[in-house]
């Protein structure tokens, strides 16, 4: 004969059985396993295009400008022309020009060849040290006068600057004997080549990304068939062990029934109901953290936290008073939220229940839910010894347990806390735990 707690274990278990994730949910996992993989290669395939791409055209402008940065600094200290054999002296090495941009790492020998006036449309200004200007020399650009070169070298020598860029020539500005020599040149073709290579890259780039895209895409079913099997595997074992165990369990506790009914209660018939209950619970657990973690039929509603708290709070109070423990609440009233009702009184039961467990003796319980905003927040409080820092990150780890000894003398599995943040995460919320003074333990959720 079945009593009703083998009944109940034979129907609970049996419950969280059928629950099981059916193929079109399991596959609607695997699809957001997949995509998830996909976004996150592809993100880092993006930032190392972006670096790659962007730093190649950003050192080809600065290549660019230092190259005729060289072509000007030789400009100017040849006095407005191109030095080569008969003409005057490249510039010294150690020449004031030169060792203003010496320190560039992009900054190379250039040579002046007999073709280098005729690849570069440039003019020269020379100006007085008040800033006016006596001469200019635009005998090697056609596209500027001289009035339009004399206006140039008097816009960039009132911004104070010795070099830079102005429009598209790149101007450089050198005393001498008489004042000034204001040297440019023109960047103009440069600039358009850097440009068309710059949408160039961004568009080979682009195509690259793409198929890139489609080859990790279809590629990523392969890469994560190991994950998915392991985890059908893991889940298929948990169903598989639940339904073996639970028949075995049911008869164990109703031959436990007959035997007291037939020789009497005694330590060995109450170890075995223990043991046997433990058990039972310990599946349940399992199941309910694999059906959490897989968000599977979550039925998210408008729920009452507030009554749900308050009916847990009744329940656990009692078993607190019977171990000589203040159980108080601090519960305010009609606290609704969108969420799962199985889930949340789970929840508020492993916390309370956790915190009477290590609760230390004739100490104190305190439940308190409150809403500030739009979240709400859920703190479990109890007197007890103070968890270890370094171990409080660990707390929430399926099977964790800090004092193996301790554990096992209160009847835990370690598996509680687990499915508490496993409920909280399917929620979108926050769980955590701290110690505040006066040797008090706080477990804390936000929703």
């Known amino acids: 004969m079945l009593t009703s707690q083998s009944v109940r274990?034979?129907?609970?278990?049996?419950?969280?059985?059928?629950?099981?994730?059916?193929?079109?949910?399991?596959?609607?996992?695997?699809?957001?396993?997949?995509?998830?993989?996909?976004?996150f290669v592809m993100a880092c395939i993006a930032v190392l295009m972006a670096?790659?791409?962007?730093?190649i055209n950003f050192f080809a402008r600065v290549q660019m400008t230092e190259h005729y940065d060289q072509l000007l600094e030789i400009l100017v200290y040849n006095g407005g022309e191109f030095a080569y054999d008969g003409?005057?002296?490249?510039?010294?090495?150690d020449s004031d020009e030169s060792k203003k941009s010496s320190n560039s790492i992009f900054r190379y020998n250039l040579k002046i060849t007999k073709e280098?006036?005729?690849?570069?449309?440039?003019?020269?200004?020379?100006?007085?040290?008040?800033?006016?200007?006596?001469?200019?020399?635009?005998?090697?650009?056609?596209?500027?006068?001289?009035?339009?070169?004399?206006?140039?070298?008097?816009?960039?020598?009132?911004?104070?600057?010795?070099?830079?860029?102005?429009?598209?020539?790149?101007?450089?500005?050198?005393?001498?004997?008489?004042?000034?020599?204001?040297?440019?040149?023109?960047?103009?073709?440069?600039?358009?080549?850097?440009?068309?290579?710059?949408?160039?890259?961004i568009l080979?780039?682009?195509?690259?990304?793409?198929?890139?895209?489609?080859?990790?895409?279809?590629?990523?079913?392969?890469?994560?068939?190991?994950?998915?099997?392991?985890?059908?595997?893991?889940?298929?074992?948990?169903?598989?062990?639940g339904h073996e165990l639970k028949t075995p369990l049911a008869v164990i506790s109703a031959d436990v029934d007959v035997i007291e009914l037939t020789a009497g209660k005694s330590e060995w018939t109450d170890s075995i109901r223990k043991q046997t209950v433990q058990m039972s619970e310990l599946i349940k657990h399992l199941l309910f953290l694999s059906k959490m973690e897989e968000k599977y039929e979550l039925v998210m509603e408008e729920i009452n936290l507030s009554q749900?708290?308050?009916?847990?709070?009744?329940?656990?109070?009692?078993?607190?008073?019977?171990?000589?423990?203040?159980?108080?609440?601090?519960?305010?009233?009609?606290?609704?939220?969108k969420g799962d009702r199985s889930g949340m009184e789970h929840l508020v039961s492993v916390l309370t229940e956790n915190a009477v467990k290590y609760c230390s003796d004739e100490g104190e319980i305190n439940l308190k839910l409150y809403k500030n905003g739009k979240t709400v927040h859920l703190e479990?409080?109890?007197?007890?010894?103070?968890?270890?820092?370094?171990?409080?990150?660990?707390?929430?780890?399926?099977?964790?347990?800090?004092?193996?000894?301790?554990?096992?003398?209160?009847?835990?599995?370690?598996?509680?806390?687990?499915?508490?943040k496993a409920i909280v995460t399917a929620h979108k919320g926050k769980i955590g735990a701290h110690n505040e003074k006066d040797n008090v333990v706080a477990f804390t959720v936000e929703l």
């Open 9 to 39: 274990l034979t129907e609970d278990t049996g419950f969280l059985l059928n629950s099981r994730i059916g193929k079109k949910e399991w596959n609607g996992m695997l699809r957001k396993m997949k995509w998830k993989f996909v976004a």
């Open 204 to 241: 080979l780039s682009g195509s690259l990304y793409l198929i890139l895209f489609v080859i990790i895409y279809l590629a990523s079913g392969k890469a994560l068939a190991p994950i998915v099997q392991n985890m059908e595997k893991q889940k298929q074992f948990i169903t598989d062990a």
């Open 51 to 55: 670096v790659v791409v962007g730093g």
């Open 380 to 420: 479990v409080r109890n007197t007890g010894e103070p968890l270890d820092e370094k171990m409080i990150p660990r707390l929430f780890d399926r099977f964790y347990r800090p004092d193996e000894s301790r554990t096992r003398e209160k009847g835990g599995h370690g598996i509680g806390l687990s499915i508490a």
């Open 116 to 201: 280098t006036p005729f690849e570069n449309r440039y003019f020269s200004v020379f100006m007085d040290e008040e800033g006016n200007v006596n001469d200019a020399n635009v005998d090697h650009i056609s596209a500027i006068t001289a009035s339009e070169a004399e206006e140039y070298a008097k816009d960039v020598f009132v911004l104070g600057r010795t070099r830079g860029t102005y429009d598209t020539f790149r101007y450089i500005i050198s005393e001498n004997e008489d004042g000034y020599i204001v040297g440019f040149i023109d960047m103009y073709q440069h600039i358009q080549n850097n440009f068309y290579i710059e949408k160039l890259s």
């Open 308 to 337: 749900i708290s308050k009916d847990v709070a009744d329940r656990i109070s009692a078993i607190a008073v019977s171990q000589n423990k203040r159980f108080r609440t601090d519960i305010q009233d009609d606290i609704m939220i």
């Open 87 to 93: 003409w005057k002296k490249d510039i010294d090495d």
